[in-house]
């Protein structure tokens, strides 16, 4: 190793492209290899239209490297190119996953298996992937939901940035055959669902700093339920955005979040929300924690969520680009409190928050200055 060292890089390079880059047959073939430095190597994935490419092949790749060696993988998919990715993903020196556009099968055909590798990821990013599954694997996997192991139960926990972004599970139709109707029978059945909502397994993520789930049409409140029961100590951002929501997840509202203690910012733009009906009474939030709820359809904020929130001291709703939210005396003294906190974000808010109000049947939109309007608005009846 100290020979290494005192030998110009490129020779150093060569020596690995060599050992690492040419085995015997050559491996891989829908991969590019990159050797950056002598410890950080890249691979670079494309898997076409009618191709397939088996995770297991990047660990047979990545399993022999030196401990110390640090592997990225990007593996991009074009039209309906197949891989098989189990979950809780983990390969042996791989720090970084970076996935798009690829239909995965076998997605649950790890739950149980010993895979041999170690947990290193740091981060994974998946985008716009379809995760196909059967209906025998996903009635084996919630009919054995206990002796799941605690990789599958918590995935890459050792991360510090998880992205999963515009993911759809494709289930196959049920083939009508007597076999497939028992089994989805079985998975409708109350004692599946009871099954379902038994916390398992603590996980503890503990350099998770950021995760989103985004883009999904199915996320539900079950999420929330089953990330309650796990801990994740440094999460400060945490993302909701464009997944539909028609309402604010229970413990959202309720910001009962204790699960997550370092968070500060909270996105839920970009989905279907038509109030900020937030109840804070059982709890104050101690530090600052911005919530983003732009592009909604939120119309008001009533009198109760403004005192609640007043108490905080630091909690800020970003209203911004809810075109029907109506003027109100309660807005304007979230507005009042947006400026008592003095910060740069709340500032922002503050002045980006417009209103609309209703004027002998013309719609005139108001910002939170508007002074005059104000008055008028608010103006105490005798
Ligand atoms: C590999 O991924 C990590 C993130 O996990 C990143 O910080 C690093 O810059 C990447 N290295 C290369 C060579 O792209
Ligand atoms: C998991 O549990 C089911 C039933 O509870 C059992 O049939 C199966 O063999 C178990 N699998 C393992 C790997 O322990
Ligand atoms: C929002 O989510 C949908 C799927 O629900 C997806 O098709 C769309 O691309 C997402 N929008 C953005 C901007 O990512």
């Known amino acids: 190793m100290v020979y290494l060292k005192i030998v110009p890089v490129f020779v150093g390079l060569y020596f690995l492209a060599h050992v690492y880059g040419h085995p015997a047959r050559p491996s891989l073939p829908l991969c590019e290899k990159t050797i950056k430095n002598k410890n950080e190597h890249e691979l670079w994935c494309l898997v076409a239209d009618g191709q397939h490419l088996n995770y297991d092949e990047i660990r047979t790749y990545t399993k022999p490297l030196p401990k110390n060696v640090k592997v990225n993988v990007t593996i991009n998919c074009i039209n309906d190119g197949i891989i098989r990715l189990p979950w809780p993903l983990y390969a042996s020196n791989v720090v970084s996953l970076h996935v798009s556009g690829c239909i995965n099968e ?45 990789d599958y139960a918590c995935g890459p926990s050792n991360t510090v940035v998880q992205i999963y972004k515009n993911i759809q599970y494709l289930f196959p139709k049920s083939s009508g055959s007597l076999n497939d109707l028992i089994l989805l029978e079985e998975l409708m059945s ?7 909502t038994q916390p398992q397994t603590i996980c503890r993520y503990p350099h998770l700093r ?3 789930n985004s883009g999904s049409r199915s996320f539900s409140n079950f999420h929330l339920k089953t990330m309650e029961t796990n801990q994740y100590p440094k999460l400060r951002q945490y993302s909701l955005w464009n997944n539909s929501l028609p309402r604010l997840p229970a413990e959202i509202a ?4 204790d699960f997550l203690p370092s968070l500060t910012y909270l996105d839920l733009s970009r989905n279907e929300l038509t109030s900020a009906d937030f109840d804070l009474r059982g709890k104050l939030v101690k530090h600052k924690l911005l919530i983003n709820l732009q592009n909604n359809m939120i119309r008001e904020l009533n009198s109760r969520v403004v005192t609640d929130i007043a108490k905080t001291k630091g909690v800020i709703l970003d209203l911004r680009n809810n075109d029907q939210l109506q003027c109100s005396c309660d807005l304007f003294s979230y507005g009042d409190y947006l400026i008592s906190l003095k910060s740069n974000s709340a500032r922002a808010v503050y002045k980006g928050i417009t209103c609309e109000h209703n004027e002998q049947g013309t719609i005139i939109s108001h910002s939170l200055h508007d002074i005059a309007f104000r008055n008028e608005l608010c103006k105490p009846t005798n």
């Open 190 to 196: 109350e004692s599946t669902v009871d099954r379902l």
């Open 106 to 150: 076998g997605l649950l055909s790890e739950r149980t298996v010993n895979h041999g590798q170690r947990n290193e990821l740091r981060q994974v990013v998946f985008e716009n992937i379809r995760h196909r599954v059967t209906i025998s694997e996903l009635h084996d996997s919630i009919v054995n939901l206990q002796n799941m192991s605690t």
């Open 254 to 257: 309720s910001l009962q979040i």
């Open 210 to 212: 950021l995760l989103e």
